[in-house]
């Protein structure tokens, strides 16, 4: 069984910051891309920013220049410092990892989601 568990959200102001992180757990032969998304109010979930193993990252437009991936693969954990945060930052957070399993199967699994609101 694998989890990963989001942890780092919260309530903060504009132009301020946070750091997310997301520790996977579980029967894990290796990680391949990891990423990060995110869920406003009535909108569809989106892509904030994604690292492939060998950790070549990709950012939304939107966050391009505030936002920072990373990941560390000894702890099997990924992480995102979210700076300059903006009311319209505000949404749940979810990471998403394929995770190689012993059988060398990939398998996409996602976190619980953690809230990060930014207020005026």
């Known amino acids: 069984q694998v989890q990963l568990v989001e942890s780092g959200g919260g309530v903060v102001q504009a132009g301020g910051s946070l750091r997310l992180s997301c520790a996977a757990s579980g029967i894990i032969l290796s990680i391949n891309a990891m990423g990060w998304y995110r869920q406003a109010p009535g909108k569809q979930r989106e892509l904030v920013a994604d690292?492939?193993?060998?950790?070549?990252?990709n950012y939304a437009d939107s966050v391009k220049g505030r936002f920072t991936i990373s990941r560390d693969n000894a702890k099997n954990t990924l992480y995102l410092q979210m700076n300059s945060l903006k009311p319209e930052d505000t949404a749940v957070y979810y990471c998403?990892?394929?995770?190689?399993?012993?059988?060398?199967?990939?398998?996409?699994?996602w976190g619980q989601g953690t809230q990060v609101t930014v207020s005026l």
């Open positions: 690292i492939t193993s060998g950790t070549r990252t």
């Open positions: 998403k990892a394929r995770i190689i399993g012993l059988d060398y199967s990939a398998v996409d699994y």
